[in-house]
């Protein structure tokens, strides 16, 4: 059974392989991240997060789950020597982690109610389960920033996370919101790891570390990386290449 | 079976490079912002500000300054304001963007790591799942293309 839906303004996808798999179970996750979006969101007035930078909410009293978050940002700042951060001039913004860490509360679900072959997917970032639909892995194809619609790598997953950090591209152009897009070599980051809150916020610190981000993903037990650069080559770790389906 | 070259990376002059790259371009700074800049909400229209007299040389486009629409990407609005010169696209600045909090202090790294190198290739095979950062992108070629309508 596979749904869509669009929430955070982001599409959301959710496929079960399982037997007997009911659309409700499904609706509850859908329904868990349109509640997180309502307490996260940097862009609703009277989300948590709003009202902490309004001074109107103390952290103390916020509810568990952004407390919970901002103990993850705390070690994920930690773990990334402060690349990883979740405030901006002053201001909370925990954009660069919620993602991931969503989707995999939202896997959690799924598994307690009996779930173990499906996927959670927010806009390119999966948490996959079980071993998809031949019982050899989910097979993911990594987006070709530069052609529409093509495919430039094919990996195979099982009980794993992956989460993708871009750029903008038009035609050879990258543009980088952050300043001077002569500088900017990295296209596209994809991280493969345990899960997908742990993918997505090292994808989100090494890719704030620019060409070296690669280095801080090899460096890291238990995860993989594929980097994508704006000449169009691929840098990736020494342990990437075992989850690759070859084309040849 | 294709082989893919192996290449050693020698940590001490990549991030020597790297920091004397950082220390010349100094902290990256936060969204531009021009005079005209549009701050409301996603429905907002795009505007028009030819500067430079009419067209055109090679390109297609009429030169001058056109700001997009506010789009809806992820975790917030995107607007982008692109500049014409000579017909053609020639500056895409970022008048609105949905923050990401990268720090850019430097980073010690300890280990040696060992880092392969390929061309990127398409792959012909059929997938489950597809990972990509292209939703802010739809956002982009969005906001893009009303300020690239104005200029047509």
Request: no cysteine; glycine share 10%.
């Amino acid at each position: 059974m596979k749904k869509h839906a669009d929430i955070m303004g982001m599409p959301v996808t959710i496929e079960i392989v399982d037997a007997g798999a009911k659309e409700e179970d499904i609706t509850v996750v859908f329904d868990y991240f349109r509640v997180m979006d309502e307490k996260f969101s940097t862009y609703k007035h009277s989300s948590e997060v709003e009202r902490i930078n309004r001074g109107e909410l103390r952290v103390e009293d916020a509810s568990k789950e952004l407390q919970e978050v901002l103990q993850q940002a705390e070690e994920t700042n930690q773990a990334s020597n402060g690349y990883f951060s979740v405030y901006h001039d002053g201001k909370l913004d925990p954009s660069g982690l919620v993602k991931g860490w969503a989707i995999w509360q939202g896997a959690k679900l799924l598994e307690k109610k009996g779930y173990r072959n499906f996927f959670v997917e927010i806009a390119g970032d999966i948490q996959v389960v079980g071993k998809g639909k031949n019982g050899l892995g989910w097979s993911i194809g990594i987006r070709n920033p530069f052609v529409s619609g093509e495919i430039v790598k094919v990996v195979r997953l099982a009980d794993k996370g992956i989460a993708t950090s871009g750029t903008y591209l038009r035609g050879s152009h990258i543009y980088n919101p952050k300043g001077d897009s002569s500088d900017q070599i990295v296209v596209s980051l994809t991280v493969l790891g345990p899960n997908v809150y742990e993918a997505d916020r090292f994808a989100t610190a090494a890719f704030a570390m620019g060409e070296k981000g690669i280095a801080f993903i090899e460096s890291l037990r238990g995860f993989a990386g594929y980097m994508i650069t704006k000449d169009k080559r691929a840098v990736f770790t020494d342990g990437f290449e075992k989850y690759v389906v070859k084309s040849d | 079976m294709k082989k893919y070259l192996q290449i050693t990376v020698v940590l001490g002059a990549f991030f020597l490079l790297v920091l004397i790259r950082q220390l010349r371009s100094g902290n990256t700074s936060e969204v531009q912002t021009v005079g005209n800049s549009n701050q409301s909400s996603p429905s907002s229209s795009a505007q028009a500000t030819p500067t430079a007299g009419a067209s055109s040389g090679t390109g297609k486009y009429k030169n001058g300054t056109y700001t997009g629409s506010v789009e809806d990407a992820y975790y917030g609005n995107l607007q982008v304001q692109v500049q014409i010169s000579n017909g053609s696209i020639s500056d895409v600045t970022f008048l609105q963007y949905p923050s990401d909090n990268h720090d850019s202090r430097y980073i010690n790294e300890q280990a040696m790591p060992i880092l392969k190198s390929e061309a990127i290739q398409a792959q012909s095979a059929q997938v489950d799942i597809v990972s990509g950062a292209s939703d802010s992108s739809q956002a982009f070629q969005k906001s893009l293309q009303t300020a690239l309508q104005q200029a047509s």
